[in-house]
């Protein structure tokens, strides 16, 4: 249960930082698309790559 409860904190985590980041609409859909399909890589995927792709955006 505790398991359950890390994964679904990091993948609302995810789901928020996604929606709110300066990517265009398409790649936000791409992300959450990915990150709904598989919770725990899509996240981790996203923090460690996504955002660092798309903070220097505008």
């Not at 265009?24 to 890589?41: D, H, L, N, Q, R």
Request: proline share 3%; net charge positive.
């Amino acid at each position: 249960m505790p398991i359950l409860l890390a994964v679904a904190a990091l993948h609302i985590g995810a789901l928020i930082s996604i929606i709110t980041c300066r990517a265009k609409s398409g790649m936000k859909f791409a992300w959450i698309a990915f990150g709904s399909i598989t919770p725990v890589i899509g996240s981790k995927l996203w923090f460690i790559v996504g955002r660092r792709h798309t903070r220097g955006r505008t």
